[in-house]
């Protein structure tokens, strides 16, 4: 018989990655959801995201702590077969996708033993015909365990952002370790602490996920990452753009806030005519550190918000385009009409880095014309240019420091005048004399 020819083997054309989140409560799972989302859209992924099932049966009235223990066992049960049908949902529709696919799984099977003994648990496995190795080695890629800030941020632990959320300190650390202990086995685990402050604990979980599917990300996450924005003067046409990109078309609207020092804002994001929807919450500086809170919308929930949004405000319109350069991941932010006059014909490029300020320019592709450098500068912040009244008519709502566009503004900024001359200098400025660090 002919040998047969041996080739290397062919890499798989599209990837699924089947991911659960879980953790303790006040983790950071939610805003940790929709940051992995926002960064594997902006990549071309496929994103689906499977509700916490047990937030879903709570939330209609079923109350853990009033249950019997006849009716805990009953209730695991049904939660085992109900989050199995709501992934496999996922899982299915994951198969049937062209583009590669990240199903983010708001806990998973194993997080059920946790809230009962062993003896229990293999009961409901026998009763269902299922095996640990089953449901979990084999169900999911990888396991993320975001640590309650019940361990080691007690200062930012609270229960009044989660509806089904009503542990204390020591039975959220309880809540935590039992969730950690339940996923012990599987091979891919990682767990991400409070040793750092909030945004480093969300930027490493997309890290821990981009390294275990294989993305190179640069050095965009590391610890002393930071965000800088650019002024750009021109961009190529769509055809003659070098690299590949994917553009969604987003629309922001600014809220009212019920509690001073907030600031909230809706987002509306389109690609190929399928929306997401993401609220946002970012509250002012606690223990030296600015948290925000992110979360994924419905439709009717984004429709419901948006009565509540501010009018001293006007809607942003932007086409956001992503891509890769050099393995480092890029944002261009480009202004779109309806707009207010200030904002006609703003470009902004945005990433993460670790380089000195000397050092970013050379890096940054050259197929773009760069103006300056304005990171932290108050007069391209979104939230500033969104205001409808003139700034010197409105000194009390420009914002010198708190912006809600994910903007770290050290340098205040007081003359609200000389704001105004900046932005309209620098838009109305196209020569290459302009680009400056």
């Known amino acids: 018989m002919k040998d047969q020819e041996v080739k290397e083997p062919i890499p798989p054309t599209k ?14 799972k939610t805003t940790g959801q929709a940051s992995l989302a926002n960064f594997f859209e902006n990549l071309g992924w496929k994103v689906f995201r499977v509700p916490e099932t047990a937030t879903v049966l709570m939330s209609g009235g079923i109350s853990f702590g009033d249950l019997t223990e006849e009716q805990v066992l009953d209730f695991q049960e049904h939660l085992v077969v109900t989050m199995m049908a709501l992934e496999d949902t996922y899982f299915s529709m994951g198969e049937k996708c062209a583009q590669n696919v990240l199903i983010i799984c708001d806990r998973g099977v194993m997080d059920a033993s946790a809230f009962i003994d062993k003896e229990a648990w293999d009961r409901i496995l026998s009763k269902l015909s299922l095996e640990d190795i089953e449901i979990s080695d084999n169900r999911y890629n990888h396991i993320v365990h975001m640590q309650s800030a019940a361990i080691g941020a007690e200062k930012f ?3 009044e952002d989660h509806s089904a959320r009503f542990e204390g300190l020591e039975l959220a650390r309880e809540r935590d370790r039992r969730a950690m202990d339940a996923w012990r086995d599987h091979p891919y685990v990682d767990i991400i602490d409070n040793r750092s402050d909030f945004d480093s604990k969300i930027n490493k979980l997309i890290d821990l996920v981009a390294k275990r599917i294989g993305i190179n990300v640069g050095d ?16 190529p046409k769509d055809e003659e753009f070098p690299v590949k990109f994917t553009d969604f078309q987003v629309v922001h609207h600014y809220l009212h806030s019920a509690k001073k020092g907030f600031q909230t804002r809706l987002r509306k994001r389109v690609r190929n005519g399928r929306p997401t929807f993401t609220f946002t919450v970012r509250k002012p500086e606690l223990q030296g550190q600015t948290v925000e809170m992110k979360q994924q919308v419905s439709q009717r929930d984004y429709l419901n918000l948006l009565t509540h949004r501010d009018d001293s405000h006007l809607p942003v319109f932007k086409t956001r385009r992503c891509f890769l350069y050099q393995n480092q991941q890029y944002s261009l932010d480009i202004y779109r009409s309806p707009c207010h ?3 006609k014909g703003l470009v902004f490029l945005e990433t993460f880095t670790t380089l000195e300020d000397k050092e970013i320019l050379s890096s940054l592709p050259p197929f773009l014309r760069v103006k300056r450098n304005v990171t932290g500068d108050p007069a391209f912040s979104m939230y500033n240019l969104s205001i409808r009244s003139d700034w010197q008519e409105s000194v009390d709502q ?20 000389q704001a105004h001359e900046r932005l309209v200098n620098l838009s109305e400025s196209d020569s290459s004399s302009d680009i400056s660090i």
């Open 398 to 417: 420009f914002c010198h420091r708190l912006s809600s566009d994910d903007e770290d503004e050290k340098d205040e900024v007081y003359d609200v005048k």
């Open 341 to 343: 006059p200030r904002c």
């Open 220 to 235: 965009r996450f590391n610890a002393n990452s930071r965000k800088v924005k650019f002024l750009i003067s021109s961009v």
């Open 157 to 159: 632990y609270t229960t």
């Open 15 to 28: 990837r699924i990655h089947k991911l659960v989140l879980t953790g303790g409560p006040c983790g950071g």
